[in-house]
């Protein structure tokens, strides 16, 4: 009986192999952390290709070690991965240099040169210098620049869930549902862009150096017999095109209707609904393809997100690192403790979390920053203001999402690891004054990516099958009135004027050399 989904989910911080019944039941789970990212120069951030695929194949031996007749079992495989991470791969699938990772800062300055006309345009609706941006950013472009031999005999230019379908199939193909990246891809018509596109003119790519799309649970191929003695898959188990993390963690949340907001509290935090028409909450910038065909994920994302509370665990969290390794739990299991001693609003200490540059919002001088400090704080304030300093955030994406969809979310479904933390799901009921729900399952983008599976495979009929059988809520969260009124205070007339006053600081940090990556 084959009626089990293995989801391969490649994060930034770890690689797991997770495994679902059809009715979204997380039977096993392994996992890898990833300690060994490589930062040649400030502000970037590369890994080898080859080691995740490896990193993803031992996970997969592991659960077939933990339980031996699950490998019977197993009706399907799919892969989500995190977005925009690139590397250039050979015609016979080495990676011909580490895979530069999303949150690498390098930048291009010899660009590819964009037709007068598509320039006059893009200076006329005022976001000159956001296609600047979209341009310097782009490895492809950096490559050209600083590495020309390597870019000339790139066979194709894969995202990690390329890489990974790659390894498994023997085939250059990809989901739609991964294309998150600086590419030459139409986000409207969900394929790769025409000739006429300008992003042909903006990135040093040609077309036949991209992969093959395929749509969201369709078959990309069957694990070979190479891949199934690295991973233990059984050779010939079918592959079927999943999506992104985060387009996986919606579905994986139940979080399809558009007044549903969904909320992901991962490395990089999001704000999400889910439309079937194509909005862009700003001018340039698209909708995500969702984990559902023909669907789009509008989103506004924090791009250090609950990586904050990874960075207070290295910087101030010394004394629950040494308690957790005594009880055998994770540090971030002890910060609740730290967020219940101080109050909603941490005394007026209000931190913004715009740690990473931007494009439009924050711009490319963003910084962030802690106000409003004075001799009552302590370590925990500081704790409690980054999860409301996110929350703010968040909440900002909420109401431009909002204004331009023309419709109220009615509640809030919110994944990734920080949705674990009791005090981090009350404190967002809070700031956004919405129930707010707990999945039964943290690993919603694993979850999701499973259901991709599930009805590709005709498992489940649909999608709204998919979601009423495999998703559900454990727990609801409602906002406490009192709370609500404070945050309301504290958001509408602290943290929204902060980074315009702040910018011009910003600037000049910038002009002189703050360390940012060139």
């Not at 977005?83 to 011909?96: E, I, K, N, Q, T």
């Not at 028409?277 to 609950?306: C, D, K, M, N």
């Amino acid at each position: 009986m084959k009626d089990l989904l293995l989801s391969i989910d490649l994060g930034t911080q770890s690689v797991r192999a997770l495994l679902f019944d059809l009715q979204g039941q997380l039977l096993g789970r392994q996992q890898q952390v990833f300690t060994d990212y490589q930062r040649e120069h400030p502000g970037w951030m590369t890994h080898d290709g080859e080691a995740f695929w490896l990193a993803a194949a031992s996970c997969c031996q592991r659960l077939w070690a933990e339980q031996p007749p699950w490998r019977q079992r197993l009706a399907g495989v799919s892969v989500t991965t995190q977005r925009g991470s690139l590397v250039p791969m050979d015609a016979d699938g080495r990676c011909l240099a580490p895979a530069v990772i999303w949150l690498d800062q390098r930048r291009a300055d010899a660009l590819p040169r964009i037709a007068p006309w598509w320039r006059a345009a893009f200076a006329l609706a005022g976001v000159a210098g956001t296609i600047d941006g979209f341009q310097r950013a782009a490895p492809v472009n950096w490559w050209a620049q600083h590495e020309p031999e390597l870019h000339a005999r790139t066979h194709k230019f894969m995202l990690l869930s390329g890489l990974l379908n790659q390894r498994l199939t023997g085939r250059f193909a990809d989901s739609i549902g991964s294309q998150v990246a600086y590419l030459p891809f139409d986000y409207k018509r969900h394929a790769w862009a025409p000739s006429s596109d300008w992003k042909w003119q903006a990135l040093a790519v040609r077309p036949e150096q991209l992969p093959e799309l395929l749509p969201v649970g369709s078959a990309i191929g069957q694990v070979t017999p190479a891949a199934s003695a690295a991973s233990g898959i059984p050779a010939g188990t079918p592959v079927l095109a999943a999506a992104a993390d985060k387009a996986c963690e919606i579905l994986g949340s139940g979080a399809l209707a558009p007044e549903v907001g969904a909320l992901s509290y991962g490395t990089t935090a999001t704000i999400n609904l889910t439309s079937p028409r194509y909005l862009e909450h700003t001018a340039f910038v698209p909708p995500y393809p969702a984990a559902v065909p023909g669907h789009y994920s509008v989103e506004v994302q924090i791009t250090r997100g609950f990586w904050l509370v990874s960075w207070f665990k290295e910087q101030f969290g010394h004394p629950e690192r040494a308690l957790a390794e005594g009880l055998g739990v994770a540090p971030e299991a002890l910060f609740d403790e730290l967020v219940a001693q101080v109050p909603p609003g941490s005394l007026g200490l209000t931190l913004q979390p715009t740690w990473s540059p931007g494009i439009r919002e924050p711009g490319p001088e963003a910084r962030g920053a802690i106000i409003g400090f004075s001799e009552q704080h302590t370590r925990a304030h500081l704790y409690r203001a980054i999860l409301e300093g996110l929350a703010y955030a968040l909440r900002g994406g909420r109401e431009r999402l909002e204004k331009r969809a023309g419709l109220q979310l009615k509640e809030l479904r919110v994944s990734g690891g920080g949705s674990q933390s009791n005090a981090a799901m009350q404190l967002t009921a809070d700031v956004f004054r919405l129930p707010v729900a707990r999945p039964h399952t943290h690993e919603t983008s694993g979850l999701g990516a499973a259901m991709d599976a599930a009805v590709g495979l005709g498992l489940h009929a649909d999608f709204p099958t998919a979601v009423r059988e495999m998703t559900r809520v454990t727990r609801w969260f409602q906002p406490n009135p009192a709370a609500a009124d404070l945050y309301d205070q504290y958001y509408g007339s602290v943290y929204r004027p902060m980074y315009g006053r702040l910018k011009p600081l910003y600037q000049e940090m910038l002009r002189i050399g703050g360390g940012r990556a060139g």
